[in-house]
């Protein structure tokens, strides 16, 4: 026994027989730490603008920061005072008013990049609380481009009723503004009018007439004034074919004080 085994021992060791050698076992993974994440290098605009407000949406979806202070020092109305919100994205948000409405009690809360889902976080803190007589709203095409991601005209539709409701709710008159036209005439608004399709304006533009028509809302409607034969913004309205200049501005001036009075007189009955 003592010799087959030396025998078989003998055989393995001349075959070069031996044990595997232990591998080293690799460390878990670790996970990242959300503050040293490395976001892809954006390469338009629209990414840029994107990566610059995560933190922001992170901590402040709706932006209730941005007008706190301003709110906190706005007084109530005075008496006989028709203060009216200009509530939207960053159309309203370059809108010099004063310029525009000289003497009037005006208030801009627009805030640049914005969707109808984070206006809805802050309507009341930057619309409501602010006990004004009507609101403009321009919203949606920040929500076609999918600014806070992706979005159905639904969707879209579904948070143009909710900020309409909790209008009526405070008795205040809601203005609905067309979302406006834009274009692709110069490299510089191409990245701009890739994200907004503008069957999908014209679209939501039908539904707001409609839903202005039956719930006794306002519709102020910008768009056709600066639309031209294309079905496009006028070049000569905005440098980057989507955010108004001053010839622009000057366009929608006169039909907003028109839809104010609109709004006005329909509450004074």
């Not at 087959?4 to 044990?19: Q, Y």
């Not at 109305?77 to 525009?100: H, Q």
């Not at 004004?132 to 919203?139: D, Q, T």
């Not at 405070?170 to 406006?180: D, E, G, P, R, T």
Request: net charge neutral.
């Amino acid at each position: 026994m003592c010799r087959r085994f030396c025998s078989a021992l003998s055989a393995l060791l001349i075959l070069g027989f031996s044990c595997p050698a232990q591998q080293p076992i690799p460390a878990p993974a670790s996970k990242p730490d959300p503050d040293q994440v490395v976001l892809p290098k954006p390469t338009t605009n629209l990414e840029r603008y994107r990566q610059s407000r995560i933190s922001i949406y992170m901590n402040d979806y709706g932006q209730l920061a941005h007008y706190r202070d301003a709110n906190a020092l706005l007084k109530p109305p005075a008496a006989g005072e028709n203060r009216i919100v200009f509530f939207g994205d960053s159309i309203t948000d370059g809108w010099k008013l004063a310029d525009y409405f000289p003497g009037k009690p005006y208030v801009n809360r627009g805030i640049s990049g914005q969707t109808t889902p984070q206006m809805l976080v802050r309507f009341r803190e930057d619309v409501l609380d602010l006990q004004p007589k009507a609101v403009v709203i321009l919203a949606g095409t920040n929500d076609i481009a999918g600014n806070t991601g992706p979005m159905t005209l639904d969707q879209i539709e579904a948070n143009y009723t909710s900020l309409a409701e909790l209008a009526a709710a405070s008795h205040v008159k809601v203005i609905y503004a067309s979302v406006l036209p834009v274009n692709n005439y110069t490299e510089k608004a191409q990245e701009f009018f890739a994200g907004r399709s503008p069957d999908k304006i014209l679209a939501l533009n039908r539904w707001l007439r409609n839903y202005c028509s039956a719930h006794g809302c306002v519709f102020l409607d910008y768009f056709s004034a600066m639309v031209d034969d294309k079905g496009l913004l006028k070049k000569d309205l905005a440098a980057d074919g989507l955010h108004p200049n001053v010839a622009g501005y000057k366009v929608m001036a006169p039909l907003a004080e028109a839809a104010v009075g609109e709004a006005l007189e329909s509450t004074a009955h």
